[in-house]
């Protein structure tokens, strides 16, 4: 059996997860909130996460992705860190604003894509934060699709969760409209579903709301992480003393979705 001493912690995030007060970090950046949790369990954190990354896209990267196949097999905890970039104002619809680095030839794409960002903090408010960059419906269904699917597959795996973040990005004019209905929506679901979830912003909401984090207003400075890595901790300690936490062979995630 997996020595409970040194959990492994599967982490699907988005770039709060691997930005820091300066930028983007490699994943074993021990100052990143999934390695602050891990060392503190006396574990190791493994993260699955991009830039901008919805429930949607960590649902995409279970059931695609054959390297979170093969982790899923070992982890004794698995924690949903997606929904935060879900609830920011996407004044162009999802597949547009994506599509922008499909454009060809390269001046074009740059061009677009700064015509779009400047324009992107006007529309967000003109538009007053709507539509978001994902429904809060579709949240919490990629949401609870996710914990569906890993409950058939590893029925005694504990699985997280967590509140949206909050922002305060001139990027987006610091417009957050959808951020209160998304996490009042999770809250329900993760209660209904037995989910425990983290609220981050009652962490790290006077620290990013007071401009103490990335100058970016959005993503959160060492202390943050700091934060917010002990209180995932305080959250995952009791569910990892349960009994079966290890990873089975027998999942086939190539068959999923």
Do not use: K
């Not at 962490?203 to 970016?216: R, T, Y």
């Not at 959005?218 to 009994?243: D, I, K, N």
């Amino acid at each position: 059996m997996t020595d409970p001493r040194s959990p492994r912690i599967l982490v699907f995030g988005d770039s709060l997860s691997f930005h820091g007060p300066e930028g983007g970090h490699p994943a074993d950046e021990p100052r990143l909130w999934p390695n602050i949790a891990a060392a503190a369990l006396g574990g190791s954190a493994d993260l699955v996460a991009g830039a901008g990354w919805t429930a949607r896209d960590a649902w995409w990267a279970m059931i695609g992705d054959p390297r979170v196949w093969a982790e899923l097999h070992r982890a004794d905890v698995v924690v949903l860190a997606v929904g935060s970039m879900d609830t920011l104002p996407s004044p162009l619809p999802t597949y547009l604003r994506t599509g922008l680095r499909y454009l060809r030839p390269d001046p074009l794409r740059r061009a677009a894509r700064r015509a779009y960002l400047a324009a992107q903090p006007f529309l967000s408010i003109a538009l007053r934060g709507r539509p978001s960059a994902l429904p809060t419906r579709l949240t919490v269904r990629y949401l609870d699709t996710a914990v569906s699917a890993l409950r058939v597959l590893r029925p005694t795996l504990p699985v997280v969760g967590w509140l949206p973040s909050v922002h305060r990005a001139a990027s987006y004019g610091q417009v957050h409209t959808t951020r209160a209905r998304t996490a009042a929506a999770i809250a329900r679901w993760a209660a209904e579903a037995d989910v425990p979830v983290l609220d981050v912003p009652a962490h790290v909401g006077a620290h990013v709301l007071g401009g103490h984090g990335n100058p970016d207003g959005m993503h959160w400075g060492w202390e943050g992480h700091e934060v917010v890595g002990r209180a995932m901790a305080s959250l995952l300690r009791p569910l990892l003393t349960r009994a079966g936490n290890v990873g089975s062979d027998a999942a086939d995630w190539g068959h999923v979705g």
